[in-house]
Every structure is written in structure tokens, then in C-alpha cells.
Nanobody, 115 residues
């Protein structure tokens, strides 16, 4: 049974930091590219960051470059998103996605940036 379980979301003040985690099970994690997406109310889901299966290459949306860092641990079967200098516009539900020949999605974790 494939599972992607996100955690680490919450309420944070502008300028603060959060680290999201996505724990994977039920598939060969180390062979899948992993991504973080987000969806704000009334908006389409958008790609935030992605990382290749081996972790050697990453990609970021322009809106988060220099503030967010994606990483993975292929022993712990977990992908992370370190989010620094958070802004109110980063408020959204954050989802992790695994992709290779098929795509798996997590259930999402809420991130709210507000004073």
C-alpha cells in the first residue's frame, strides 16, 4: 500500500521558518523523483520544488528560490522542504508527489503565514 504522509505544517509569523517532511512507504522511494506542490484557496496547485531520485538535481519555483530548500534521505524514505523567510503569500496546503512511471500524492499539510 503506497503512502505519502506529510507533516510539519502549522502557523508561523512572517519571516519565520518551517520544515515539512514527507514520509514514503509502499514503493521503491529511491527510484522516484519527488516534488513539493502547494495550493492556496481559489488558486491552482503549483510546483514549489523538485528533486531527482538520487538527489543530485533540484529545481525551484522563482517565488521560493533562495528561501526554500528541498532535500531527501533515501535511507529514511523521506523528502523535506526547508522553508525560510516565510511570507503571507506562502500560505497554502503543501503536497508531496512521487513520480516515475506513475504518480502518487500525499494528503497535504496546511501552512499558514500570518502575524
Amino acid at each position: 500500500q503506497v503512502q505519502l504522509v506529510e507533516s510539519g505544517g502549522g502557523l508561523v509569523q512572517p519571516g519565520g521558518s518551517l520544515r515539512l517532511s514527507c514520509a514514503a512507504s509502499g514503493f521503491t522511494f529511491s527510484t522516484y523523483a519527488m516534488s513539493w506542490y502547494r495550493q492556496a484557496p481559489g488558486k491552482e496547485r503549483e510546483l514549489v520544488a523538485s528533486i531527482t531520485s538520487g538527489g543530485g538535481s533540484t529545481n525551484y519555483a522563482d517565488s521560493v528560490k533562495g528561501r526554500f530548500t528541498i532535500s531527501r534521505d533515501n535511507v529514511k524514505n523521506t523528502v523535506y522542504l526547508q522553508m525560510n523567510s516565510l511570507k503571507p503569500e506562502d500560505t497554502a496546503v503543501y503536497y508531496c508527489k512521487a513520480s516515475r512511471f506513475v504518480v502518487y500524492w500525499g494528503q497535504g499539510t496546511q501552512v499558514t503565514v500570518s502575524s
